[in-house]
């Protein structure tokens, strides 16, 4: 796997967050509950199906390959992971779209940045575990195809198109210029190519430990799809909408890892 490769599944889920974001300047009015109730349900299925399919079962594979107890890593990670975002949760200030409370230590920072830090915290395991995926492809050895690591950059791709739009289109009608609520939805989505190189660049010290990495961002994962996407598609009327969202979301990820890993 060279290096071309690796750069271009980094900016795949990079460019989904920053053309969802361009969203601002071809639609007038802020996206309907429902479009929005439909676009966090299909992000949360992609990240459960990524999370089982791309994550937790290479990293039950990885472990037997390695004559580990298979399901020691895989266990534990995950709950690792579940916990670095619980702890991320309650330290980073944060404001979720659609609600008025804070979330996080107290701050005096801005709505709007509170809100690309609502964002960014979820972009956080996504950018793990596409950096984790895709030391693994370059290792070789590990059973993860670039076939793999590419889907898995992709369907992030697509479940970031929307939050980049749902990010920016509130900014906007906050009374931010388009310019400026073009610029923060794009900046939320830095974190995951800067996670994502981050890991690549550690690989010879990660590497022994790649099973528990890869349910550590299944983990950090699932804790944003059950703590803030779920709950937020639910909120109020038509949630039955999410629900389809989530069989959508959930089905291409899957079809995609299945057919390209």
Not at 64 to 85: I, K, S, V, Y
């Amino acid at each position: 796997m060279n290096m071309m490769n690796t750069l271009i599944g980094l900016l795949i889920p990079f460019a989904g967050t920053t053309l969802g974001a361009a969203m601002v300047f071809l639609l007038k009015d802020q996206i309907s509950p429902r479009i929005q109730k439909l676009l966090l349900g299909f992000a949360s299925g992609v990240m459960m199906a990524a999370s089982v399919w791309s994550l937790l079962i290479p990293s039950i594979d990885i472990a037997e390959r390695q004559e580990m107890t298979a399901w020691l890593p895989a266990a534990g990670g995950f709950l690792c992971g579940m916990a670095f975002l619980l702890l991320l949760d309650s330290i980073i200030p944060h404001l979720h779209v659609n609600s008025d409370e804070d979330e996080g230590l107290q701050s005096k920072l801005k709505r709007s940045t509170k809100l690309v830090l609502a964002v960014t915290l979820h972009n956080i395991p996504e950018g793990m575990a596409v950096g984790v995926v895709l030391a693994g492809a370059m290792a070789g050895d590990t059973g993860i195809s670039l076939a793999g690591a590419m889907a898995l950059s992709i369907g992030i791709a697509i479940q970031n198109f929307p939050e980049g739009a749902i990010i920016s289109m509130p900014l906007k009608s906050d009374g931010n210029g388009k310019g400026k609520s073009f610029l923060y939805g794009t900046l939320s989505g830095v974190v995951e190519p800067v996670a994502g190189i981050l890991t690549i660049l550690l690989i010879d010290l990660l590497l022994p430990i790649l099973p528990f990495l890869l349910a550590f961002a299944a983990g950090a994962m699932i804790y944003v799809v059950v703590e803030e996407l779920i709950p937020e598609s639910q909120d109020g009327h038509h949630s039955n909408i999410a629900t389809i969202g989530v069989a959508a979301g959930f089905t291409l990820m899957m079809i995609l890892d299945v057919a390209l890993g």
